[in-house]
């Protein structure tokens, strides 16, 4: 009875793509040590955009401070993005930005000019839109556009963590100003995020009335 042999041959080919995936992997992770950790942008990317980090930059007109909301739940500014071309869903001028609490990124507010409140809704008339009153008779709608989060630590010590966006309120501030809070997570309550829009809106009556 004849038994089944391996040959040397093979057994050497074996040994030598064994070896072989060893070795990549060797490079692979001895580059990814050679290469620094970095945070995903916080910010939509977009040519000409101007990245702003401290709010008492000079580029920062009073205007734009009077419509940041005064009530924000211990959130604190992360950043914030000029965009004077415009980017994806954000019109020419439009200013973004990015709330963070506690080491994560908590919100985004968007101002954007130029629009209108169905308009900027578009992209969202796939969602259920929630009817919300806020003062002076503006109507606002809350959006629910997740409801299972992806979340990411920092990458770097001076980094924050982030998760999928969860929540939109959308609401015009102005005729043609349009507000869009989006919500990080579970990181705002519904009733937060009604509360953030309602202080923007408020502000900006009261500053009318001067």
Do not use: H
């Not at 965009?83 to 001028?93: D, F, I, R, V």
């Amino acid at each position: 009875m004849q038994q089944n042999r391996t040959s040397p041959f093979n057994i050497g080919i074996i040994g030598v793509v064994t070896m072989g995936i060893i070795l990549i992997a060797g490079i692979l992770r001895f580059v990814n040590w050679l290469t620094p950790p970095v945070d995903p942008p916080l910010l939509v990317q977009a040519d000409g955009m101007v990245r702003i980090v401290d709010l008492a930059d000079t580029r920062l007109s009073t205007a734009f401070k009077n419509l940041l909301p005064k009530e924000t739940f211990g959130g604190s500014v992360r950043i914030i993005g000029l965009y004077p071309n415009g980017a994806s869903n954000l019109t020419k001028n439009s200013i973004s930005v990015v709330y963070e609490r506690e080491g994560w990124r908590m919100m985004q507010v968007d101002l954007i000019p130029n629009t209108t409140l169905v308009d900027t809704l578009g992209p969202l008339n796939n969602y259920q839109q929630d009817l919300v009153l806020l003062p002076g008779g503006r109507e606002a709608k809350m959006v629910n556009i997740k409801l299972f989060l992806d979340c990411l630590k920092a990458n770097t010590k001076d980094g924050i963590g982030s998760c999928d966006f969860t929540r939109v309120l959308v609401f015009e501030i102005e005729p043609n100003l349009i507000g869009r809070i989006t919500v990080d997570g579970d990181k705002v309550t519904d009733g937060e995020l009604i509360e953030i829009a309602r202080a923007m809106v408020k502000s900006i009556d009261e500053v009318k009335a001067q």
